[in-house]
Structure formats: C-alpha cells, structure tokens
C-alpha cells in the first residue's frame, strides 16, 4: 500500500510540530519514508485521520496495559475516532493518577507517622465511598465506558 499524498503531508506536519517542539523524534515513522510505507500497509491507513486514530490507538494499547496489567487485545484503531482516543487516553491517565494516590495513602497508612496515617487513612475510606457511588450510579444508569468516563472528567 503506497502513501498518499495527503498522507505524507499531514506526517511531514507532524514532523514539523515536533521539530518545532525541540522533543527528540523517537518514532520513526515520522522521518522514515520505508517504515511509513510498512505502517501504512500493517494497518491499512489511508487518510489522514486512520493516521491519528492509529497512533493513538498504539499509545492507548501500550498505556493500557501500563495501567491494567493486560493488552486490550480485543480493540482496534477503527474502533473509535481520533478525538475518542484522544478521550479514552485522558480516562487512562486520570486512572493511572487515581492509582498513583491510591498507592501514596496505602503507602503512608503502612509507613507515616500518626498525622500522615490519619489523614490516609481518611482520604482512602472517601475514595471507597466515591468508587462504591460510581459503581451503584453505573448500575443504576446502565451507562456505556464513554458516558461513565465523561461524567468522572467532568
């Protein structure tokens, strides 16, 4: 499957926006035209919206599996549109935080002195009462991922 040249575009766009950003350029589909070609053809990117919905699908791929401990095997870039990778990255990251704090309080209640227990102590009995209402309000609605996520960024 050849580039487009729409395609080529819109990557020496995003080539550019990086350069600009003065980050490395680790991803060398960015500045490598053979591998471009492979991508394109491994995923069957066409425009340059399956570009952005496949990239970031990569990035929700491996991230959730830095969060949950699995690859969500069952999904697909064609699953959802850029901008809902977008959303589904931001639900990852807000969960990624939640556990990160989750493990600090677990962590001061074994750990800290009597002040630091206290109020770890107190902040994880809230974040229980917070994700048993969340759990009672999903059922309750019978909510779909996107809408639950949604209502917790909110």
């Known amino acids: 499957m050849t580039v487009s040249p729409a395609l080529a575009a819109h990557v020496a766009k995003l080539r550019i926006k990086q350069e600009e950003s003065r ?3 680790t991803w060398v589909v960015l500045t490598d035209s053979t591998e471009l070609e492979r991508w394109v053809s491994h995923y069957g990117v066409v425009t340059p919206e399956d570009f952005d919905a496949a990239s970031l699908w990569e990035t929700y791929y491996d991230d959730y599996k830095s969060v949950h401990g699995i690859r969500p095997r069952w999904t697909s870039w064609k699953d959802r549109t850029p901008a809902e990778w977008r959303d589904a990255l931001d ?3 807000w969960e990624w935080e939640r556990d990160r704090q989750i493990f600090a309080a677990q962590n001061a209640v074994l750990w800290g002195s009597d002040e630091d227990r206290s109020e770890a102590e107190r ?3 809230e974040e229980e009462d917070k994700r048993e209402a969340d759990h009672c309000l999903c059922e309750e ?3 779909d ?3 639950r996520w949604e209502r917790i960024l909110a």
């Open 91 to 93: 639900g990852l990251a």
């Open 23 to 25: 980050s490395p350029i």
């Open 123 to 125: 902040w994880l009995r």
């Open 145 to 147: 991922e996107a809408t």
């Open 141 to 143: 609605e019978n909510e």
